[in-house]
Nanobody, 123 residues
Framework: VQLQASGGGLVQPGGSLRLSCVAS?????RAWFRQVPGKEREFVAA????????FYSDSVKGRFFISGDNAKNTVTLQMINLKPEDTAVYYC????????????????????WGQGTLVTVSS
């Protein structure tokens, strides 16, 4: 399975962006992570593919919204009220099945990864 992420770019603080990630085949739960050079990859949001339950890091809760379209194998991350500290390369990820609730934020639980898309929040 291959994941193709898109939608990154440059946006001013307070602005919005929408990221999309299309999978070439069937997957399990899906997630977005982000990484700044020199820092560890950070969990952003996840969605349970069966049922649609969502999970968010505290840093993005209320500003980022993850959704999925099973028929299109696509997951979307809608980001609003963006802050400079949201600047990072965003990676979509997919597990092979359903994860337990306590493991959604661990990148070790995801088997497939997209190539990353850069989001820059700057005036």
């Amino acid at each position: 399975v291959q994941l193709q992420a898109s939608g990154g770019g440059l946006v001013q603080p307070g602005g919005s962006l929408r990221l999309s990630c299309v999978a070439s085949g069937s997957t399990g739960d899906r997630a977005w992570f982000r990484q700044v050079p020199g820092k560890e990859r950070e969990f952003v949001a996840a969605i349970r593919w069966n049922g649609g339950r969502t999970f968010y890091s505290d840093s993005v809760k209320g500003r980022f919204f993850i959704s999925g379209d099973n028929a299109k194998n696509t997951v979307t991350l809608q980001m609003i009220n963006l802050k400079p500290e949201d600047t990072a390369v965003y990676y979509c990820a997919a597990a092979t099945g359903t994860l337990i609730v306590s493991s959604y934020s661990s990148d070790l639980r995801y088997t497939y990864w997209g190539q990353g898309t850069l989001v820059t929040v700057s005036s």
